[in-house]
């Protein structure tokens, strides 16, 4: 049956390579964007992710409003504001951190936890000055719950736990100061007043929105810069499960009024993007590999046509309808597997050379070249794909040369 299916194939050897090339076009260029799209968003989270926390927890905000105030007032009285009252009553922290670091040491999904605080400053240096975001942290445990110890192009980052006023900035951020290890800086907090600091090293993430805007420091600095000693604004918890993060999150939210939120909703955005990204890529696909199909089906519709003697004859040796189903059916599946295969073969070469190509650095990271993701999960979807099309453009023709009569084949051919 099989001979016979590839005989009747083979009769058009143009249109049948035609159809062949067409379903492997598809597929490759399937594989082609889903690489380009899969590798740039693993970095990207890969980045975000390590960077910052798989789950955050920071205090709930509380903007105080003119309606904030009114259990204030005696019931029912009348209060005219003047100018409504629109500000934050206190720096904003967590009430009680201890309870929270006593949760994280006895949840088994928990790896590691930094506590954080945050504080905006000025760093300064001669006549430079930049607005930038200032972390108090523990390195110790900071190397643990981040991937920052990994993220770090000069100096270690443990030498924060050593002693004295010591920082470390992003390397755009110290380049754009002008500031070398070893070298002074000045930190201006909000009140005006100036801290001497020494920088340690540099890191780079790939994020120039972090790289330019963020530098570390020790915790209890950071809070006695801020004059809050003891307090805490954010916890950083790496888990062992990364896909549980958003679970996660959404459990512990419910213990308390801070906010707990994992690295997805953190960075809503990104995933937004993302979801976009998938349902542009399945459409493209989906569109090229139509086309591919209705290309095997008018191959298989006209050798339907052509062979309808054939068709008679092994009607008349016993052929019922289910063998002429298969036989067109056998055709539609080598056409769908032979331009899978090559598919593939042309989209890994294809990649090949994408991962070649360099340009500048792309929007807020520093990302010089087309990444791609080899995922075996691209090829699998990419070779169903181009099956699936040889599957429905090979059914109608085998169902339709399987109704045909072979007495009313031979008075067509005789007429």
Not at 14 to 41: K, P
Not at 312 to 338: K, N, P, T, Y
Not at 383 to 395: D, K
Request: aromatic share 10%; hydrophobic share 45%.
């Amino acid at each position: 049956m099989l001979f016979l299916a590839l005989r009747q194939l083979f009769s058009r050897p143009r249109q049948t390579v035609l159809a062949i090339l067409g379903i492997g076009l598809g597929t490759t260029a399937f594989l082609a964007i889903s690489g380009m799209m899969l590798g740039f968003r693993e970095v990207i989270i890969r980045q975000l992710v390590n960077s910052t926390a798989h789950v955050s927890i920071t205090p709930h905000e509380d903007p105080v409003t003119e309606h904030s105030l009114d259990g204030f007032f005696f019931p029912g009285s009348l209060v005219k504001w003047i100018s409504p009252p629109v500000a934050k009553d206190e720096s904003l922290h967590l009430d009680f951190p201890q309870g929270w670091f006593d949760r994280l040491d006895q949840d088994p999904s928990v790896e590691a936890y930094a506590p954080q605080f945050s504080v905006q400053v000025l760093i300064s240096r001669t006549k430079v000055s930049r607005p930038i975001r200032l972390m108090g942290v523990v390195a110790s445990r900071q190397i643990k719950a981040t991937d920052i110890q990994e993220d770090m192009v000069e100096g270690n980052f443990q030498d924060l736990d050593k002693g004295g006023f010591l920082v470390i900035l992003g390397r755009s951020l110290g380049e754009k100061m002008g500031v070398r290890k070893d070298g002074a800086i000045n930190l201006i907090d909000a009140r005006g007043a100036s801290h001497p600091a020494k920088v340690a090293g540099f890191f780079d993430t790939g994020i120039t929105d972090i790289d330019d805007t963020l530098a570390y420091a020790p915790l209890h600095y950071v809070q006695q810069l801020n004059k809050t000693p003891g307090e805490i604004s954010q916890i950083a918890v790496r888990l062992k499960d990364v896909a549980l993060a958003r679970a996660t999150a959404d459990q512990w939210a419910l213990l308390g009024r801070d906010k707990v939120q994992s690295w997805d909703q953190a960075f809503a955005n990104f995933t937004t993007v993302f979801k976009f990204q998938d349902i542009m890529r399945f459409t493209l696909s989906w569109i090229i590999v139509i086309v591919a199909a209705f290309g095997v089906y008018n191959i298989l519709n006209m050798i339907v046509i052509q062979k309808r003697g054939e068709i008679a004859i092994l009607r008349s040796m016993g052929f019922d309808q289910r063998d002429i189903i298969l036989l067109f059916f056998q055709q539609g599946l080598f056409l769908g597997v032979c331009g899978g295969l090559l598919g593939m073969g042309l989209g890994t070469l294809l990649c090949l050379y994408l991962e070649t190509i360099h340009f500048g650095g792309m929007g807020h990271t520093t990302i010089d070249h087309i990444l791609i993701s080899w995922r075996l999960s691209t090829y699998l979807i990419g070779f169903t794909l181009a099956f699936l099309s040889g599957v429905f453009a090979g059914f109608f023709p085998a169902r339709a040369a399987s109704r045909m009569s072979p007495i009313d084949i031979l008075r067509a051919e005789g007429s």
